[in-house]
C-alpha cells in the first residue's frame, strides 16, 4: 500500500517536506515569516505535483538557450 502511495504522491510528499523543512527556520520569528513558509510549501507542493505528472522540466532549457544564442550570438 505505502509503495503505491509513494509512487503516485512521492513527488508532492517530497516537495511539502522540503518546503516545511526549510519553512521551519521562519517559523519563530512570527505571523509574516509563516506566510512565507505557506509559500515555500506551496512552491514545494507544485514542484512535486509538476514531477508526479511527469510533464518534464519544470524550465524549457532548450528553448531558454536557442532563445538566448538568437538573441545574443556568440562573439568571435
Known amino acids: ?6 509512487e503516485t504522491y512521492g513527488g508532492r510528499a517530497g516537495g511539502v517536506a522540503a518546503g516545511l523543512l526549510c519553512g521551519l ?3 519563530i520569528s512570527g505571523f509574516w ?4 513558509c505557506a509559500l ?7 514542484i512535486g505535483k ?3 505528472e ?3 522540466p519544470l ?3 532548450d528553448r531558454l538557450v536557442s532563445w ?6 556568440p562573439s568571435r
Open 54 to 56: 511527469k510533464r518534464g
Open 59 to 61: 524550465l524549457p532549457w
Open 68 to 73: 538566448l544564442t538568437d538573441r545574443w550570438p
Open 33 to 36: 515569516d509563516m506566510l512565507f
Open 25 to 27: 527556520i521562519y517559523l
Open 1 to 6: 500500500m505505502w509503495k503505491i502511495w509513494w
Open 40 to 46: 515555500l510549501v506551496g512552491i514545494g507542493y507544485g
Open 50 to 52: 509538476h514531477k508526479d
